[in-house]
């Protein structure tokens, strides 16, 4: 059997087993002991999420651990399935407006890269739309950046813009060993 590849008749254990309730460790429990396999916990939490039956909730349930006694292991109490399900209101599941995002305070020059000088920011505009052209903002970029100062601080968190440390970084070579 392949890494990763589980044949239908596991899947099929697995998915009965979780409509029943079962805890992920009690579950590979019992794969294992019925075909014979080695499934940890989380090979099954991770099948789980593929077959889409896993939620957060049912994934912190205990590790496979060896039993010590002779005697099989207790398992869990039978949980409706759905139970466990944390969904969040229906006012969160509407798709959110989409937002149009600028830059305020620059005029963009909207040069073609063919036509970009070497010291022009490269920031971009366009492209958003299939065939749209891109152009790039054009304005003086400031040395030791490929953008005009504005695009250089929307690009960077703020604390790196001011702390950058602008000019050629020497690099020397350490013998090995």
Known sequence: ME????PSEHSDALRDYFLRG???AAI???INARFGTAYTRNAVVGRAKRL???TSARMTSPPIVPSL???ACPLSPHRPALSSLN??????MKPAAPLKL???GVRPRLIPLLELACGDCRYPYGGDKDGEEIAFCGHPRQPGSSYCAPHARLTRPSGLASARIVGPVVLRLVPAG
């Open 3 to 6: 890494p990763g590849h589980w």
């Open 87 to 92: 969904l969040p209101p229906k006012s969160a």
């Open 28 to 30: 590979g429990q019992e």
């Open 22 to 24: 079962m805890t992920y």
């Open 69 to 71: 006694s002779s005697e």
């Open 102 to 104: 600028r830059c305020v």
């Open 52 to 54: 889409g039956l896993a």
